[in-house]
Nanobody
């Protein structure tokens, strides 16, 4: 059983920054690709960024150049650094172990314009 716990969300003004963290339990973290997803009200959940076990990354077009995903396998943690935030980034952000059914409960990010 894997548990994922997100933290770091909050209210920020447009142009500001936040860093999300996702702490994972279990010994298999370093072998798994991880992803950050988000879901805005009335919209489907979408993949924002993903990172493979060896550190290769991929981003949704609207966040390229603004968001950075990283991982610290020693801490079983994956991060999402979000810069130059926009009101359209407002959503609940979820951590997910790709290829599995493991999801965190989400953390709210609200960007005020």
């Amino acid at each position: 059983q894997v548990q994922l716990v997100e933290s770091g969300g909050g209210l920020v003004q447009a142009g500001g920054s936040l860093r999300l963290s996702c702490a994972a339990s279990g010994s298999s973290f370093s072998h798994n690709a991880m992803g950050w997803y988000r879901q805005a009200p009335g919209k489907q959940r979408e993949l924002v960024a993903q990172i493979t076990a060896v550190g290769s990354t991929n981003y949704e077009d609207s966040v390229k150049g603004r968001f950075t995903i990283s991982r610290d396998n020693a801490k079983n943690t994956v991060y999402l650094q979000m810069n130059s935030l926009k009101s359209e980034d407002t959503a609940v952000y979820y951590c997910h172990t790709l290829g599995t059914g493991y999801w965190g409960r989400g953390t709210q990010v609200t960007v005020s314009s």
